[in-house]
């Protein structure tokens, strides 16, 4: 889970071969050399690379790098002083991670200023080593990602807001917040028994951005055995964190199985999944639930599990208004852990622009014995197989922050699970919201049902104590092994709440 060049163009006179850039890192063009830049280039650089024989990354690394442990590679720093854009008065900055550890792909970087391109060069002078001996001036080790700073909480201070390390990966904070849940540029085959391929970013260019304004844009090309593609990123800092994402992805072979806008967390334990675990703490997760706006305009909440065995769940859709892996508890008591602040984790919400036809909202929730490792995975899948030598354009906006999704129902902020009466399993639902306010207990209804077993003794009561609603019931189980539960409050036929999904196995 913690994996992860230019051309001719009819729209742009770029000089430089795609070989050269993809497979010559950092050698032939100096420091200050620049050569023309049009970003529909780098679309039509991805297209190119899909008509050619997959080539991997250059990997080649000295063994004192690629046979590090975590804590060397942490040690392994970037210095400040040689950030992109320092001392210039711009509103951003750009720093480098160093090849290592898991992070053995070379990344190739550019600067983008006025329509040329400039390569970012390799230097061991950038980087503070620790313990590891500091590689001779003329290496030639490369960069394995790179991260953008903003005075985000303070004005005399540049945050560190988004990174780009590893595979396809990325991940970003709002204002006053921690690093949690990552992104994807694509995932292929997730959740398939022979194994997941993962495509990797190979080149960046970073556009220069211009003083007073409050974003910056980041182009990528991605490339996989099965698939090569383009990405634009708009990147927007702040209360809310926003990416505009524009994304052309063009198909080797045939892909049955792809994952856009894809979104990996960690969930360990909570009030409804505390089976086996012996943990001071309330709860551990980065994220603990998929939210859902489907095409009909109907609220989804599903909360997530660390289940026995692989769960996959799929909810069938018509052009999607959003989907997002959501932190919804908001309190330090909830978590009681004065390092890792879960309560300041991120959520993040996929807004697609246009329509993406029919599909699923794919979530898979992976069995996990320690709180490391991402175990959550939820993504789009469109309904037909990505053809061959074909061209698909996926626009889409990446929100980060406290609150995601912008909801129109009182939401099932809390589910908790326990002992029921002879051999039942007990749920407890909080319920929160503006169309609860106001609102005579014995005009809401609550609608319960379950595909197997029986649901007894629903009773909905306000909570006195943190407001809204509490909804308990019981399911008697009848020892399935996998139960679908449905819940929603309403008044008449009128919804109060958004629909609460729940899986339940033993």
């Known amino acids: 889970m913690h994996r992860r060049g230019f051309i001719t163009a009819a729209t742009a006179a770029l000089l430089v071969p795609l070989d050269a850039v993809l497979l010559a890192p950092a050698l032939a063009q100096p420091a200050r050399e620049t050569t023309p830049f049009d970003p529909s280039a780098v679309r039509a650089m991805a297209r190119q690379l899909a008509e050619k024989p997959f080539k991997d990354t250059d990997k080649a690394l000295p063994a004192e790098f690629k046979d590090i442990d975590y804590d060397a590679y942490r040690a392994l720093r970037f210095r400040p002083e040689h950030s992109l854009w320092r001392g210039q008065g711009l509103p951003f900055e750009a720093q480098f991670f160093h090849r290592g550890f898991i992070f053995t792909d070379r990344v190739e970087l550019f600067e983008v200023n006025e329509g040329r391109a400039r390569r970012l060069v390799y230097s061991p002078n950038m980087f503070e080593f620790g313990a590891l001996k500091v590689p001779p001036p003329d290496a030639n080790l490369g960069f394995a990602g790179f991260r953008l700073h903003a005075p985000m909480n303070r004005p005399d201070y540049y945050d560190e807001v988004a990174a780009f390390l590893g595979a396809s990966y990325f991940r970003a904070i709002a204002k006053g917040q921690v690093y949690g849940l990552s992104a994807r540029g694509l995932s292929l085959q997730t959740g398939d028994p022979k194994g997941e391929e993962f495509p990797a970013f190979r ?147 996929v807004e697609p622009i246009g329509d993406w036809g029919e599909g699923t909202v794919q979530l898979l929730e992976i069995p996990s014995n320690e709180e490391i490792h991402d175990n959550i995975v939820a993504f789009w899948r469109p309904r037909e197989p990505l053809r061959a030598k074909g061209e698909y354009i996926y626009t889409y906006r990446l929100h980060w922050g406290f609150g995601a999704g912008d909801p129109k129902l009182a939401q099932f902020v809390k589910t908790r699970v326990g002992a029921g009466a002879e051999g039942a399993r007990r749920f407890v639902l909080e319920a929160r919201g503006k169309t609860l306010e106001g609102v005579r207990p014995e005009e809401i209804r609550g609608v319960v049902s379950a595909d197997k077993g029986e649901i007894r003794n629903l009773v909905i009561h306000p909570n006195e104590v943190a407001g809204g609603l509490r909804v308990g019931f019981e399911l008697a189980t009848a020892k399935e092994p996998v139960i679908e539960l449905r819940g929603q409050l309403l008044r008449g036929d009128e919804p109060l709440t958004e629909v609460w999904l729940y899986r339940w196995t033993p």
């Open 203 to 349: 080149t960046f260019w970073l556009e220069k951005p211009r003083p007073q304004t409050n974003s910056v844009v980041v182009h990528a090309l991605l490339d996989s055995k099965s698939a090569s593609a383009a990405f634009r990123f708009t990147i927007r800092p702040g209360e809310t964190t926003v990416f505009d994402v524009e994304m052309a992805l063009y198909p080797r072979v045939e892909i049955a199985q792809p994952g856009i806008g894809t979104l990996t967390s960690m969930f360990f334990f909570d009030a409804n999944d505390r089976v086996g675990v012996d943990d001071f703490r309330p709860a551990v997760h980065d994220s603990d639930g998929l939210a859902m706006r489907n095409g009909r305009g109907e609220q989804l909440w599903r909360p997530l599990t660390n289940p026995r065995d692989l769960q996959v769940s799929l909810f069938s859709d018509v052009n999607p208004r959003g989907f997002g892996l959501l932190q919804r508890e908001r309190d330090f008591h909830g978590y009681e852990d004065l390092e890792s602040h879960f309560e300041k984790r991120p959520s993040a919400w």
